[in-house]
């Protein structure tokens, strides 16, 4: 729930087991895109160099769901956005993408060595700046019922201040990332269902004056964690044709045109699977727990307080608070409004 009780909880299980014998479950560390976060950052040679804060403007981690609480309330007026999503699950999604190499991946230690990477990087974090957060809380629209309309929901005066809806920006300072904001999302009740790290690289030198004053689209690498993964590096291109003119389009690794018949089993499956064999490295060590809500717990004691946040009203089905955009454009998120990525196999469409 916070630092204390996280700590507790961590003198409780280590008065009986050592740190070897406890396996921490954060399904999203088996998730298939994460466990291919290793292979693919480090095993291109294109991508490592580019990996860092000359070329990378930005980088947004997103977490939506298209549904509410839906008689969960009850439950989630206790815990809240930041507690059920961002803390946990999003924070070893950063971790592995933005930790250095540890010295192996495979092997006898390559437990402990990924763990110290991703520890590393989680100190590097600078607190939380509570002017950097926008808070939201999901109010009826079109039909659908706001998040105060659930019945579950005893405590209607504590569930007006709990976030449904967050963005938290993290500041990272190492030599590899310093000045690179990290935009951190999660919210329901939104226009889509998806989880996805975006990658926003910086404006291509000189791209507006080599052609005719056109303005170029960033690229974006974009990892599609769920519902259905892909990989896939948004770039301009010339229009087929006569024109001259550039467009949108992109490298497409979709999981279910390219890997159609292997079997990918789900996350619990690999995990029970590793703790079986006594492979520590997709579980979650005292000390990563511990520095992560290092970071949080004071964003949490703001916001809980007498005088915290109330979270800003959004609509059933939308974005999320305008604020929420606003704030990515002062960090220098660009949008792209006229290009739309549609998967390889399904032809769905997903808007950037």
């Avoid at 007026?77 to 930790?99: E, K, P, W």
Wanted: glycine content about 8%; charged content about 25%.
């Amino acid at each position: 729930h916070d630092l204390t009780s996280a700590q507790q909880l961590c003198n409780d299980l280590g008065a009986v087991f050592s740190e070897d014998f406890l396996y921490r479950i954060d399904h999203y560390l088996a998730k298939e895109i994460v466990q291919n976060l290793f292979v693919f950052r480090f095993g291109n040679i294109w991508l490592e160099p580019i990996f860092n804060n000359l070329y990378i403007s930005n980088v947004r981690i997103t977490f939506k769901e298209d549904f509410g609480t839906e008689g969960r309330g009850g439950y989630f007026t206790n815990y809240g956005i930041i507690r059920d999503i961002m803390q946990n699950h999003l924070m070893q999604v950063l971790s592995l993408m933005a930790m250095e190499a540890p010295p192996a991946f495979r092997g006898k230690d390559s437990g402990s060595f990924i763990r110290d990477a991703k520890i590393n990087l989680l100190k590097a974090i600078r607190p939380l700046d509570p002017e950097e957060v926008v808070l939201g809380q999901y109010v009826a629209s079109d039909g659908k019922p706001g998040y105060l309309d659930d019945d579950s929901i005893t405590d209607k005066g504590k569930a007006k201040k709990v976030p449904t809806f967050a963005q938290v920006v993290l500041r990272i300072d190492n030599p590899r990332w310093h000045g690179v904001p990290f935009i951190m999302k999660a919210g329901k009740a939104l226009d889509d269902r998806k989880a996805e790290i975006r990658v926003q690289f910086k404006d291509a030198p000189a791209a507006s004056f080599l052609f005719g004053g056109e303005q170029m689209s960033r690229n974006e690498l974009v990892m599609v964690l769920q519902p259905k993964e892909a990989v896939y590096l948004k770039m301009n291109v010339k229009t087929p044709g006569i024109s001259t003119e550039h467009t949108g389009s992109e490298l497409d690794l979709s999981y279910q045109s390219r890997f159609r018949n292997l079997y990918n089993p789900d996350a619990y499956t690999r995990l029970l699977l590793e703790a079986l064999q006594g492979n520590q490295g997709n579980f979650v060590r005292s000390d990563e727990l511990l520095e992560s809500w290092k970071l949080f717990t004071p964003l949490l004691e703001s916001i809980e307080g007498a005088d915290g946040k109330v979270p800003l009203p959004y609509d059933y089905g939308s974005r999320g608070p305008a604020e929420a955009d606003e704030m990515c454009a002062k960090l220098g998120f660009k949008f792209s409004e006229d290009y739309q990525w549609s998967r390889a196999l399904s032809r769905q469409t997903s808007p950037a």
